[in-house]
């Protein structure tokens, strides 16, 4: 659908719709279809980001399946926007066929309701119709038949080509949604019948006397155990849970009953529960306890099923690896961490710069591209609704909770990566970049001798501690070794960077007292700039380099003033 007016286009995006369409059929579940009519709008339709609204018994839409992006799938699968909300949002808009458009300039009304979204801010459009990154384009799915249920609603985004949609791709969004709303059809079917079949199964169980012998073997288990629903609209759900797991999470079994282990996971490891509920095996997650507590667990999974069934649920073990947990997170602290002063230590120091560096030297110059339109660099991902970062040396930038809109260089697809660049020359040119600050202490050396090593650590210790109190929350102050430290600050210019060096240098020179002795020492800082390109060393040896010129012309005007 890049070019609509070009036939040969067409019938590559004919075949690419008819393979899709013909994966709609493929899945075994109602989660896998609705995943997959996801994945096809992305595959075959030239969408960036795609997201499926499902329709739940009490007329409500639950976010059922989400693709394009893991972070926007991990914050909105599973949330709930109310049946008005959408009744309202189909309502409003351009009406194309089925298809609803809402354009930026009503849709700004919307942001306040409760459907889940995920938005942030983007360019104006340069032409009329360029996509805009507030625009809301949305499919429904209604049922075959004369009654026209509503199934649900595929919510689409960014158009690679960043155009809205011609009449054809209008025509071939409409035609997919009438055909996946026919695979979610038949998909409850086969989980209605899937679910008859377990019950089913379950009654003759009981009849039988290995029954007994399993419900022994469960219940008795001295690690944690459960039952869940796998497939359907309650997959997950927990049927049964042995007294091991009651006791590890602090609920009596009559309350397990009323979760799933969607419910009990700690958000941050909902993917990789996912992944592991849909395709057995193993994982190591959190879940929460009732006093509102997380405990690190291994959980193992079989998929209970037969050559005729397929899926009927899932035998989940769950076993206690809090402490183990907590004795790999110390050992990795201090694998990246100066023991002396605590703070990251070289190699931490060159994974977090090697994080912010590509390949691509000069990947953009100037600071609207590098930073986004607020002008900070980095960013992070926020709960839907409004959130602001004002670093005391960057600008500002905001994200709007919209369904899924990211901010991208309008030339091309979504870059995740947020590229390093650095100020031209020694002039503030309003360029914003990371500064690699290169501290080594004058006169460390003359205490250590002079005072012994003792008094030497506790220096160390105590300029740390100096460097820490002077950046900001989220930038880095690493010990190389010696008495040789790094600041990392992200988003400076060069005055900025300057500044903050002054500022670091004076924190160090008051006295330092140790066991009643006040001992002094001084502060060369070497400023480089991290831009990608470059390689960690570089980068280092670049900030060394300026450190040693500025360590020499410092002791060039003391011997002047002497």
Known sequence: METESEPYVRLATLRQLHQV???????????????????????????????VNLVRPDGDLVVAAFAGSAAAE?????????????ERRLGMGEAWG???FIPHTEGWVLIEDDVPQWHTEGPEPRFEDEWHPRDRLYAPMYASGSGRELLGVISVDRPRNGRRPGAWGREALQMYASQAAIAISNARLRANMQRALVRLEREQQALRASEESFRQAFEYAPSGMAIAEMGGDQHGRLLRANDALCRLLGRPASVMRRYSFADLVHPEDIGTLLR?????????????????????????????????????????????????KRHELQLAHRASHDALTGLPNSAELRARLSARLCERPHAVR??????????AAGGEYAEPGEYEYGGE???????????????ADATGPYDPHVHAVAPDGEVDDGTKGLAVLFCDLDGFKSINDRFGHHTGDAVLIEVARRLSAGVRDGDTV?????????????????????????????????????????????ASFGIGWAECGMSVEEVLNSADQRMYIEKRSRAKVHRRAG
């Open 393 to 407: 040396y960057g600008g500002e930038h905001s994200y709007r909770g919209d369904s899924f809109d990211f901010t």
């Open 74 to 86: 991990a914050l909105i699968t599973g949330r709930v926007g109310s049946r008005a909300s959408w």
């Open 98 to 100: 089925e298809l609803r």
């Open 478 to 522: 690493a010990r190389l070794g010696g008495d040789e430290f790094v600041v990392l600050a992200d988003g400076l210019g060069a005055a900025d960077a300057a500044d903050l060096a002054a500022r670091l240098r004076n924190a160090i020179v008051p006295p330092i007292r140790v066991e009643g002795r006040a001992v002094r020492v001084g």
């Open 21 to 51: 369409v013909a994966n709609l059929n493929t899945a075994r579940s109602l989660a896998d279809t609705l995943q997959t009519v996801a994945d096809g709008v992305i595959q075959g339709l030239g969408y960036e980001l795609a997201c």
């Open 366 to 375: 100037s600071p609207a591209a590098a930073y986004g339109p607020g002008g």
């Open 276 to 324: 592991t509920s849909a395709e057995g095996g193993r994982a190591e997650l959190r879940l929460a306890r009732r006093d509102g507590s997380y405990v690190w667990v291994s959980l193992r999974n079989s998929v209970v099923a037969d050559t005729a069934d397929g899926p009927r649920f899932l035998l989940t073990h769950i076993e206690d690896i809090e402490e183990r």
